[in-house]
């Protein structure tokens, strides 16, 4: 019964659209914007061009840091001051029709004081530092009607083990997330918690490393029913996955919350983050997530950038529609693949053998038993010699 648009959920990212600069690990500022300098005046002329662009693209929400959309001060109260003023500012533009804040989050990346962690940092005051940035940002996205709520680790990982206490960076780790969803209760937050797992980069080695080093990690603090992922389609590429090999599996362990959506392939690294533009690709990772029940707090967060080169600020809007476009033909290709049902019933066809009811003791049984069975009904699996239909080509048949 749900639109179309509704399992989309688009989302434009404040950080790579108009706090990007255009640098990379080899070279800085390509891009010149009116808003680039550090004073709430150019916060403002920024916000101004932001929300008139997603006016332009009728975009349904937005996503930001703390620290795209505020100065840094010279203190931490004149930072969380900035940071205030600045969500009114906010606030006022989307009560005048902006879109919705998918999910808000907290920078402990850019700023030199993080380069070695913010939670597993072995200096206790970037521990406290980091926390209460995260306070003042679950404040400003609760305060913005922010849907969820992100925190990407990242440089929550080591650059060399020789000189790292990893069960110590750990548990700080847990610890914090731990408060994390202690003041989300506390302050009645409704939405989710999102981790959102990556590998390496800019760390050599990042904690949060994937899906299932995430539940690995929530599992042990008790946190697998408060905090779901939010997965990036670079990131899932980045780790040795697939996007939809990441996505099946948070489904499947219960976490599924939001993606990052851009377009990363063998030769990615460093954030090259395309903006989507496989409609095949995209409709396997919509399969997964339409299989999965779709969106519930979650939705497509654009976590994409221009091309250094790209000088022309109209690009940004022309990538945002091209995007969408390649999202809703894939999730369009993706709702005909389950209508047409031929995938399902062939999966579900291969696990038939299960609705046995002598299969399912099978599964409450023990290795003695088993094996005085297996004796006595001397069996003898061969593989079954049915046809197997290709699914890949089944699949190409809906784009
Ligand atoms: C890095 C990322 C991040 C996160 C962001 C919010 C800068 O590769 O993907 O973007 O998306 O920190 O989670
Ligand atoms: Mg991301
Ligand atoms: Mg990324």
Redesign the pocket.
Known sequence: GRRMEDHLRFAI?Y??SFAWQGGDPFGGQTFLRPWFGDSMENAKLKADAAFEMFRILNAPYY?F?DADMRPEGSSFAETTRNLEEMTDYFAAKMEAGGPKLLWG?A?L?SHRRFMSGAATNPDPDVFAYSAATVKTCMDATLRLGGENY???G?REGYETLLNTDLTKELDHMGRFLSMVVDYKHKIGFKGAILI?P?PQ?PTKHQYDYDVATVFGFLQRFGLEKEVKV?I?Q??AILAGHSFEHELALAASLGIFGSI?MNRNDYQSGW?T?QFPNNVPETALAYYEILRAGGFTTGGTNF?SKLRRQSLDAEDLILSHAGAMDVCARGLKAAAAMLEDGRLESARAARYAGWAKPEAQALLNSDLDSITADVLARGIDPQPSSGKQEKLENLVNRFM
């Open positions: 990212c950080w790579h996503c840091h989050t920078n990346f992100v925190l990407w990242g959102e990556k980069e939010n990036e670079g990131h990052d954030d983050d976590d």
